[in-house]
């Protein structure tokens, strides 16, 4: 699966935001309506819970052949064998999430600056998550990305690109025809009543 992902509409799930009565539920509607890649990410819960969870999900996004990747904790993407993982800058960092990681599994790295960008490349990266770039609800503290450093890491690296943080309809034209292969969504997408709608819209006016 790692060598040909489509990043074109990476959700990140989050309990605090969801309509949804389930982490489960919130990620089939999202595949239902297209979402191609899962990014569970859990702050709050012990790591049995996660585990558990990781588990369930997991079994989900196998039907709709979609990737799961596990948000910081490499300890549970290694226990329940997802697709990979995906790590921020005060996390491990990248290469040596690569080296416990293997070659075959998807190690994605958040970047807020073209040195960051750079960096991860050199470490093995398969694809970045470049943001924060419009102020979101979901990460207060997150520094916000210019589209002019947004451009000079499109320049210089050749990893996957996939803009996050205050992704959604009104914000969606201005990525598009920049070679960004994907927009990463939270709450345009969980946190609607109609969650398979959302995806689907979202994912439609990306592609159109």
Known sequence: MKGNVDYS?????????????????????????????IQLREKDCSSRE???????VKAITQRYNAPLIINDRVDIALAVDADGVHVGQSDLPCAAVRAIMGPDKIVGVSASSLEEAVQAQKDGADYLGV???????TKD??????MDELKAIRRTVDLPIVV?????ARTIPNFKH??????AVVSAIVAQADVEGAARALLKL???
Do not use: H
């Open 141 to 146: 503290d997150a520094e916000i990305v210019s």
């Open 9 to 37: 509409l990476y959700l990140c799930t989050d309990r605090g935001l969801m309509t949804s009565p389930t982490i489960e539920d919130s990620v089939e509607q999202a595949l239902k309506g297209g979402a191609t890649v």
């Open 178 to 183: 920049m070679g960004i292969e994907g927009i």
């Open 50 to 56: 996660f585990y558990e969870l990781a588990l369930r």
């Open 131 to 137: 943001g924060a770039m419009y102020a979101t609800s």
């Open 164 to 168: 996050i943080g205050g992704i959604n």
């Open 206 to 208: 990306w592609k159109d």
